[in-house]
């Protein structure tokens, strides 16, 4: 990759991608599932089980993007930055984080997971956990990265130009990761701690390998790219092979189709997740290299995708209840399109115009306050 170009370019980088290819794929994980909790008949949940498993790389891409950008623009800082960081990560994050959490707890509170709150306390839980909603168990594993933060600084400053050093750090998060994908699967994937430990799947550390990637693929971009040009053809045919896989890890299970069954911490789901990631990245690269006119597109969208992702599920809920709950009578396929295509169009088109409206509300208040000193 053009190093010079990466840097300095506002168009977008890999993590653009990464997090406008995760942020589409998600909302149809979303549609998928509330289709499915229909009932359709047989034939239609294969279908949606197969779509399901290829869109099933979007919390990884979403992790790896995100510490590929914020380690290319913040791979200087050190702990002394940090408060700059987290004020504007505050205001980018948290607070959108904040406000659809409200929401759904308060307008939509039948979309909770596992349990409903019954008090403050409880109330308070469900905030944080992320079972106020069933995409936000994502946002508590994703905010623990912006958190620790510094961690990955001090990563990327111990690999800094030493390709050595970078190959170790590659090693050992790997054999750390399928160790706790190991016991995962052990203990809590249809294991005797099933019901006791889901709180594990949004622990940071379930999604360490990809956040460390991310770091490695800008610190060592130029290598980076290289694998990827080099291993082109046979990361394309591993990902038909492994999307074999997850497909007969699923389905092996029988029917109704369970789509908890194809969780992210399996080895199949790992490798496919990275194949995905390393075919997106190869896409990037390609357009990045010759300054293509869906760059500023990509770094649009992907300005927007965070706020989009958290609101897809409140306006996929109103399209299912003004009348989208009806078309899996008609077709379980046609439900899925037109519920999916509404509910992007609505995520994204809401990210903009809210943004747009709190930054003159903002403007406003600031001047409201010079002219109240001038006075």
């Known amino acids: ?57 979007t919390a990884p891409a979403f992790i790896f993007g995100i510490l590929y950008t914020t380690t290319r623009t913040t791979n200087q800082n050190t702990l002394g930055n940090y408060g700059g960081y987290m004020k504007k990560q505050w205001s980018a994050l948290f607070v959108p984080t904040i ?15 596992v349990n409903k709150f019954n008090s403050f306390g409880s109330f308070c839980w469900h905030f944080i956990n992320g079972n106020a909603a069933p995409h936000l168990w994502y946002n508590t594993m994703m905010l623990q990265f912006i958190i620790l933060m510094p961690l990955f600084w001090a990563l990327a400053h111990w690999v800094r130009n030493n390709a050595k050093r970078g190959l170790w750090a590659v090693v050992l998060t790997i054999v750390v990761f ?11 994937f249809h294991g005797p701690n099933e019901q006791n430990w889901y709180l594990l799947d949004r622990l940071f550390v379930s999604f360490f390998i990809y956040g460390v990637f991310g770091v490695l693929a800008w610190m060592f971009r130029a290598k980076f790219e290289t ?27 029988g029917y109704p189709v369970q789509l908890t069954n194809a969780p992210y911490y399996k080895p199949s789901m790992t490798i496919y997740a990275l194949v995905v990631i390393f075919l997106v990245a190869a896409l990037a690269i390609h357009h990045i290299n010759k300054s293509s006119k869906a760059l500023p597109v990509f770094h649009f969208l992907a300005t927007y995708a965070y706020r989009a992702y958290l609101s897809n599920v409140f306006w ?30 609505l995520s994204f088109t809401s990210a903009y115009v809210f943004h747009i409206a709190w930054s003159k509300v903002k403007s406003a208040m600031s001047r409201s306050r010079v002219t109240q000193s001038a006075e």
Do not use: H
Request: glycine share 2%; net charge positive.
């Open 1 to 57: 990759m053009n190093s010079k170009k990466d840097t300095t370019s506002p168009a977008a980088d890999i993590g653009d991608y990464m997090k406008v290819f995760a942020c589409t794929a998600v909302m149809m994980q979303t549609v998928l599932s509330l289709v499915l909790s229909t009932s359709p008949s047989f034939s239609f949940q294969t279908p949606i089980g197969i779509i399901y498993n290829l869109v099933k790389f």
């Open 99 to 113: 406000w659809w959490t409200l929401a759904y707890l308060l307008i939509f509170p039948n979309v909770q997971q």
């Open 178 to 188: 399928f160790a706790w994908i190991y016991f995962y699967d052990v203990q809590v």
């Open 227 to 253: 694998f990827i040009k080099k291993s082109f053809p046979i990361l394309v045919i591993l990902f038909f092979a492994v999307f074999y896989w997850t497909n007969r890890e699923l389905f092996s299970f």
């Open 316 to 345: 996929l809920q109103i399209i299912w209840r003004l009348g989208g709950k009806t078309l899996p009578a008609v077709n379980p396929i046609l439900a899925i399109i037109v519920c999916y295509v509404l509910t992007w169009i």
